[in-house]
């Protein structure tokens, strides 16, 4: 089932999404050759503690750190580790958090230092991928407008969408009804309606769409060891127009 926001509910979503995006532009700088992805789940743990909020993934369903982040062919979940990062390595950076019961979410792909051509193209194309997404959540709709429109610009560049893993509804659980996969015909699904909140995230494959995840039951990577890129925002569909997005600073 589907669960409408009231605005005073997406008001509270978007405190808790305002916490994750000041978050993430804290660890975007802090992103350098060196730094290990543990490091850098302190610090998140950090900033959301400091803002008032609760980090929304440690211990959701045993997972054991507040951030996910992600490094080159680990398309979502990283597990943060003594893992050092090192110069021209893309780190997928994945942070969500609660204000007063109401979640937010996001993400996006950072790169480490100097990376190459390629990587940063893969970067910018997923990044226009949620873009172009979130542009059809718009009333009237259908939930497949967004998908469609993620994995038309995905493919024309060359690139694979990851079918395993979906961007989903969001609210007083992380994940709410409904699934939001990035791949799919135009004019499918339920219509958008006023009162939707969703969290839309494309997760790109420089190679083959195919993933597995390891043996610590979290982290997804590419089977064929290619470069992934990952961004998220969490989005409200408004009465008119275009929707708003609660994690955007």
């Known amino acids: 089932m589907i669960i409408l926001k009231t605005p005073e509910e997406v008001a509270l979503m978007a405190k808790a ?3 994750v995006a000041e978050a993430l532009e804290v660890l975007k700088k ?4 060196g730094v290990t992805t543990d490091e850098l789940d302190r610090l998140a743990e950090a900033e959301i503690r400091a803002r008032g909020a609760q980090p929304a993934f440690k ?16 398309v979502v979940h990283g597990i943060p580790s003594k893992r050092v990062l090192k110069e ?4 997928g950076l994945d942070l969500g958090a609660i204000v007063e019961g109401f979640y937010g979410d ?3 792909t950072v790169g480490v230092g100097q990376v190459e051509d390629g990587a940063a193209k893969l970067v910018r194309v997923t ?11 718009v009333v009237g709709n259908r939930l497949s407008d967004i998908s469609h429109a993620v994995q038309r610009h ?7 969408v990851v079918t395993e893993f979906v961007g989903h509804g969001i609210g007083r659980q992380l994940h709410e009804e409904p699934q939001v996969p990035n791949y799919g015909k135009p004019g499918q699904g339920p219509r958008l309606q006023h009162g939707m909140v969703l969290a839309i995230e494309p997760m790109v494959n420089m190679g083959r769409a195919a993933v597995r995840v390891l043996d610590d039951r979290w982290t997804a990577v590419t089977v064929d060891g290619s470069l992934s890129a990952h961004f998220e ?6 009465p008119e127009g275009p929707a708003k997005v609660l994690s955007r600073l």
Request: net charge negative; aromatic share 6%; glycine share 8%.
């Open 106 to 108: 996001s993400a996006v």
């Open 88 to 91: 021209g390595d893309i780190v």
């Open 154 to 160: 995905v493919e024309a560049a060359g690139y694979s």
């Open 17 to 19: 999404s305002r916490v």
């Open 30 to 33: 802090a992103v350098k050759p």
């Open 233 to 238: 925002h969490t989005i409200a569909v408004q």
């Open 59 to 74: 211990g959701y369903r045993n997972y054991p750190k507040t951030l996910c982040a992600s490094v080159n062919e680990q």
């Open 127 to 137: 990044e226009e991928a949620l873009a172009l997404g979130i542009e059809q959540a």
